[in-house]
């Protein structure tokens, strides 16, 4: 357990085109964000090991669906569940307390900038693995954050 992290790869899978923006304008050498679309993901059988975070968008159709298939696989990295919108009649923070019953890690509002996704990410890995191998990119990403 605790294994040291050189790279955060992050996958998100979202058709937000203002997220997937976000991830790409972060710009860190530390961290790798690309980028699948819910169909690609629903059918893939596999575990996506290879990456650290799996970011899903669950305000979507079949969002809450795909947590729940993904976080059921083995050898899954954590999921981070986003939404920005919820269905007719249903709280924002209903949908985000739906995606963590059906297993995810974490959920989060959107709008969200890439350095506060990556924030998260590092935190929930961090909080995994008891490592603070990512302190100095944590830190250099809080700065961002102040300017």
Do not use: Y
Request: charged letters at 20%; hydrophobic letters at 45%.
């Amino acid at each position: 357990m605790g294994k040291l992290l050189s790279q955060l790869r992050i996958l998100i899978v979202d058709d937000d085109d203002l997220l997937r923006s976000e991830a790409d304008s972060l710009g860190h050498p530390a961290i790798v964000f690309s980028a699948l679309s819910p169909q690609q993901v629903s059918v893939s059988k596999g575990s996506l090991a290879d990456r650290d975070i799996v970011v899903i968008g669950v305000d979507t159709p079949g969002g809450l669906d795909l947590v729940a298939d993904l976080c059921s696989r083995p050898g899954m990295p954590p999921v981070i569940a986003l939404a920005g919108n919820a269905p007719r009649g249903q709280s924002l923070e209903h949908v985000l307390l739906l995606a963590e019953l059906r297993g995810a890690a974490l959920s989060l509002p959107k709008p969200i900038d890439g350095v506060e996704l990556a924030l998260a990410a590092i935190e929930l890995i961090r909080a995994r693995s008891g490592s603070g191998a990512m302190a100095t990119v944590t830190k250099d990403l809080e700065r961002r954050l102040d300017w």
